[in-house]
Nanobody, 128 residues
Framework: QVQVKESGGGLVQSGGSLRLSCTVS????????MAWFRQAAGKGREGVACLNWKGTDIYYHESVLGRFAITRDNYKNVAYLQMSNLKHEDTAVYLC?????????????????????WGQGTQVTVSP
């Protein structure tokens, strides 16, 4: 049984940093794209960042460019999201997702259907 578990969320002041981790068990992530999504209260789920199986093709939501960085460690079966210079509007539940596919494409990586396994999410709250 595949399990995806996020950790590292919390309450932080505006301008602060957090590092989220996504640990996957029950499958190897080596040949799968990994992504982070977020869902703010009352809003839909939006793609934050993704990277392909090799970690060479990376895409970000325009609002986090230059502030967030997605990485992965295939040996540990873990993906990370380093978040810096956090803003109040970054407040949301952050979810990790494992794609059905290995590669990342700019025009499709945010499509929810491309992901086969999801975590429950971790809350990130940024005070104004």
């Amino acid at each position: 049984q595949v399990q995806v578990k996020e950790s590292g969320g919390g309450l932080v002041q505006s301008g602060g940093s957090l590092r989220l981790s996504c640990t996957v068990s029950g499958m190897n992530i080596d040949n799968h794209r990994m992504a982070w999504f977020r869902q703010a209260a009352g809003k839909g789920r939006e793609g934050v960042a993704c990277l392909n199986w090799k970690g060479t093709d990376i895409y970000y939501h325009e609002s986090v460019l230059g502030r967030f960085a997605i990485t992965r460690d295939n040996y540990k079966n873990v993906a990370y999201l380093q978040m810096s210079n956090l803003k109040h509007e970054d407040t949301a539940v952050y979810l990790c997702a494992v794609s059905r596919y290995a590669s990342s494409y700019e025009d499709s990586w945010t499509l929810l259907d491309e992901y086969s396994h999801w975590g429950q999410g971790t809350q990130v709250t940024v005070s104004p």
